[in-house]
C-alpha cells in the first residue's frame, strides 16, 4: 500500500472529469470503476491495481506486480510499457512528477517522524522534571493522545501540528 499526496484542487477536478476511474481508463486495460473516486484493474504485469483518495485527499494505491520474463525482449518492453503507463497515471492523478512525488513522500515521513520525536521529548522531559505542574502534564498527555491517534490514522500532518504544540509546553 503506497500513500501520494495529490496537489490541492486536483481530487475535485479528477471527480467533476469523471472520478478516478475515468483517469485509469487511459492508462490501464482492466478497470472497474468502484464508484467514490475508486477503481481496482490490471494491466499487464501489474495483476492487481487498486486506488482510491482517503479523506485528506491523498491518493492510496495497493499494486501486485508479477516480474517479467528477463530474457524474452518482447515481455521486456510490454514490461516496460506497463511502468510507463503506471507513471504516467500517476503523474496525472497526482499533479507531481517523480521526482516531486519522492519529494511530498519525504516531507510527509518527516512529519510523523517529528511528531514521534516529539512524544518522546515530553514523556523524557516529565520523567527526569521534577518541576512540571499536574495541568501541564495533564495538557501533555492529552496532546500525547491526540498525536498517537493521529498517527494511527495516518494523518502526519495534524500529528506534526499537535507536536509542536506539545513542543511549546516544555519551552
Known sequence: MERFDVKRGLVKQITEDGGLGAVAKKY?????????????GSHD????IEAHFN????LIVDVKNIPPN????EAMKIAQDSRKRWTQFLD??????????GDKAKEWAKKGSKA???????LHFMKVSSNVSDEIKEQAESLIAEINSCLENNDFTKAASRGEK??????
Open 166 to 171: 506539545l513542543n511549546k509546553l516544555f519551552q
Open 55 to 58: 479523506d485528506s485527499g491523498a
Open 70 to 73: 528477463f530474457e524474452d525482449k
Open 28 to 40: 490501464f486495460e482492466v478497470v472497474n470503476d468502484n464508484g467514490n473516486n475508486s477503481f481496482s
Open 45 to 48: 504485469i501489474m495483476t492487481s
Open 92 to 101: 496525472e492523478v497526482t499533479g507531481y512528477n517523480s521526482k516531486q512525488r
Open 116 to 122: 514521534k520525536s516529539a512524544i518522546s521529548q515530553a
